[in-house]
């Protein structure tokens, strides 16, 4: 059985393969070869579904609970503003860069270290179920909700994101919302007392002023923001429309449905309409063993504004990762060695509380 330092080099080693590896969400065929082999390497049984990888420690009980161990190997596009190569593992004062390195490489190589660290231990107090999932950055058909009907039952999930190792114990959900807004299509030339683009001002300044009533404790307010608006093919005619676009941010005082019902009853539009109803809040309770372990070794607790895989679970799931959430998706990404080193040492010391 290898030990912690010599998963943690391997771990850093595996994640250099990934970062030089193109994973772009539905194209991470290539990455999944990496895992199956990391997993093979160390003897462990695994399928491949897909191009998600996944596996349960070697003394699986179907009588015991499980706690998925998930994080995704797929990446978003690298932007124009990149200076160094995203498809290259530099390291650099302690920085190792390169596209998935923070969001959410370091997570995967370390809950797989953690995953490999517990496979032949006997005797745990909960099975152990480890997801390398695909499609998370596009919330894709063939991600982890996928595999909720493939892999055992879950009772309880760590969801492995950078929150700088402190524990996220809600997050919000999302649901987005096409609406338009209409008037009399004419020539611009001409007098119209019901321009479209016109119309949409009031509307605009509805969609900024609406607050929701109902705050939580550890999400806030739910967040309401107009992101897209599209109207007009030419400049001398006014549009019959305007559409827009709108991004929900949900806290867990209310159902996504229930966003729905109140945008569709309220909203000042012509057409509104949800384009996706099943990206959920999520959340556990503060009195779980996984969070009271986490704050006995001195983890802060706090609510999440951003979406990741838990969306898709129905189980209590706690949002835990090395890295810094504000470096995802930035240019020139990266991921400092030692939080790697960190974040493998803190995922064995949480569940040695918990599972032995």
């Not at 991004?247 to 019902?261: H, L, M, P, S």
Request: glycine share 6%; hydrophobic share 40%.
């Amino acid at each position: 059985m290898k030990t912690q330092q010599e998963l943690t080099e391997e771990a850093i080693a595996i994640l250099k393969k990934l970062i030089e590896t193109q994973s772009f969400s539905s194209e991470e065929e290539h990455t999944a070869v990496i895992l199956e082999t990391w997993l093979a390497t160390n003897n462990i049984d695994y399928t491949r579904t897909k191009n998600n990888v996944w596996a349960v420690n070697k003394y699986f009980d179907e009588n015991k609970p499980s706690l998925l161990l998930n994080s995704h190997h797929d990446t978003v596009k690298p932007n124009n503003g990149y200076t160094k190569d995203p498809f290259k593992a530099i390291i650099e004062d302690g920085k190792l860069y390169g596209l998935g390195s923070n969001d959410a490489g370091g997570c995967l190589v370390s809950l797989i270290a953690t995953f490999t660290y517990f496979y032949e231990k006997e005797d745990l107090k909960y099975n152990l179920v480890l997801v390398a999932s695909a499609e998370e950055e596009s919330s894709g058909p063939n991600g982890l909700n996928s595999m909720l009907s493939v892999i055992p039952k879950i009772n309880v999930a760590i969801v492995g994101e950078p929150t700088l190792m402190h524990l996220a114990v809600a997050e919000k959900g999302l649901v987005v919302f096409d609406a338009e807004v209409h008037g009399t299509p004419s020539h611009a030339a001409h007098p119209n007392d019901n321009n479209a683009i016109y119309n949409v001002i009031e509307v605009l300044k509805w969609f900024k002023d609406f607050k929701f009533n109902k705050i939580s404790e550890v999400l806030g307010e739910v967040k309401m923001t107009v992101t897209q608006i599209n109207a007009g093919k030419q400049h001398n005619a006014v549009p019959a429309d305007v559409k827009l676009v709108i991004d929900v941010r949900v806290n867990d005082k209310y159902t996504n449905q229930e966003i729905a019902d109140l945008l569709v009853s309220n909203a000042p539009c012509d057409t509104i309409e949800a384009r996706s109803l099943r990206l959920n809040s999520s959340s556990i309770p503060i009195e779980h063993e996984l969070v009271k372990a986490g704050i006995t070794m001195g983890r802060e607790t706090y609510g999440s504004p951003t979406l990741s895989d838990q969306a898709v679970l129905t189980c209590p799931s706690l949002k835990l990762g090395p890295g810094d959430s504000t470096r995802s998706h930035t240019a020139d990404e990266f991921i400092y060695v030692n939080e790697i080193e960190e974040g493998i040492r803190i995922y064995i010391e949480l569940l040695n509380k918990v599972i032995v």
